[in-house]
């Protein structure tokens, strides 16, 4: 992928940065949508204020032009969406035909700049780790977005733009992790034929968009890992130590690209796995660690409280901060003015109002489904 850059390049050479945008301050979904609710603007305040941004390690996008989006979106998709946000107004044949302007990636207004400005994002995210650092951008993680049609709140797809970017940059063997509650579908579809992207999906069994059911690892490196309900820290950790890091080894990744979603901890309304924030951070902390050049993107996360703490946490153990034990009473403030309609106030927290970390796990048994699973993934 040949492209100018929208915004200039950085170069820092380890140091993780944090991308993200003005346009993240305001929510984009409005009314009932499962995403109208503070997300990045939040995430982006709690590591201000907590000390852990500044000018050295956060960067902000503009949105990408429009031949930039052609080289993975259809002209007609990406055309119909920006006249439809300039216009205010869609067809019923527009909405047939391309899935939005639905309830479920409705029509909002600034949806085309908003959304283009996560795909430069990425990209920049992705050219950061080019220079053999790791870069956090919380807004992407749009991984059901197809060429040519919306999915799952997605319109555009960015984990694939940051993986063409690593390829452009002139590596060839790239990992992409997606640890979303839902499977990566998107970014699958995009490489179906590449075996030298590998893909590795963890997902709830059973669940939207019900791909990826698969255990185990195509000849083309597409390897899915359904679990069941209520996959815990114990059992997440199992399949990371004894399915992910062996594949990886196998594989020799020169970079990864990670959909580290929040919709996998408990407490989420649209998924039932069971995860502690201090699960995905340990993972994801561990996979940076062994490969620096590491694109970190956001994805789902349905419940306010625990999606922002968590991207706010995991940015604090990307850039090596010390976590607060309790949270300064700015941040619980902000957190008490939350709320959600899929989250019951009884169902809050104490924990989620003060501390950025939730509480540890206790050590549970590992059910056999989920041996079998990272079994059938090491057999490959
Ligand atoms: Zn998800």
């Known amino acids: 992928m040949q492209h100018e850059m929208p915004t200039k390049p950085h170069t820092s050479t380890s140091a993780p940065i944090f991308v993200s945008s ?27 204020h907590l000390g852990w941004l500044g000018p050295d390690n956060y960067m902000t996008s503009s949105p990408a032009p429009k031949d930039i989006l052609y080289r993975f979106h259809n002209r007609d998709y990406v055309d119909a969406i920006e006249q439809a946000d300039k216009s205010g107004k869609i067809s019923a044949e527009t909405r047939e035909r391309y899935n939005f302007g ?23 995210a992705a050219e950061h780790a080019l220079q053999g650092g790791i870069a956090f951008h919380p807004a992407g993680g ?6 040519d049609r919306a999915s799952g709140f997605c319109y555009f797809n960015d984990p694939v733009f940051a993986i063409l970017t690593l390829l452009n ?10 640890i979303d509650a839902h499977h990566g579908d998107g970014v699958e579809a995009a490489f179906t034929d590449r075996p030298d992207i590998l893909t590795f999906s963890i997902h709830e069994e059973k669940r939207w968009p019900h791909s990826g059911t698969q ?12 679990v ?35 919709d996998a901890l408990a407490g989420d309304p649209l998924s039932a796995m ?29 419940n306010p409280w625990t999606t922002v703490r968590c991207w706010a946490g995991l940015w604090g153990v990307l850039a090596d901060k010390p976590m607060p ?22 169902d809050v927290l104490e924990e989620w109002l003060t501390q950025l970390h939730d509480n540890p796990q206790q050590s549970q048994p590992i059910r056999p489904q989920i041996k079998q699973i990272a079994a059938q993934l090491r057999a490959r």
């Open 325 to 346: 034990k309790t949270l300064p009473p700015k941040l619980t403030q902000t957190l008490q003015g939350f709320s959600s309609d899929l989250v019951d106030e009884e």
């Open 102 to 124: 639905t309830m479920e990636n409705p029509l909002f207004k600034g949806l085309f700049k908003r959304a283009s400005t996560t795909i430069a994002g990425s990209i920049r």
């Open 22 to 48: 003005d346009i993240y301050k305001r929510t984009g979904f409005q009314g009932l949508h499962p995403l109208a609710i503070s997300r990045i603007g939040a995430v982006e305040q709690f590591c201000r």
């Open 142 to 147: 749009t991984h059901h977005g197809r060429p």
């Open 215 to 226: 255990t185990g690892c195509n000849k083309n490196n597409k390897c899915n890992a359904p």
């Open 274 to 302: 069971n995860l502690s924030n201090q699960a995905l951070w340990s993972a994801v902390k561990k996979l940076s660690k062994q490969y620096s050049k590491t694109v970190v993107l956001g994805g789902g996360g349905y």
């Open 169 to 178: 940059g002139g590596l060839s063997r790239i990992a992409y992790i997606d």
């Open 228 to 262: 069941p309900r209520g996959l815990h820290d114990s059992e997440f950790n199992y399949l990371i130590d004894q399915a992910l890091m062996p594949l990886l080894d196998k594989f020799k990744p020169e970079a990864l690209v990670i959909v580290c979603g929040a």
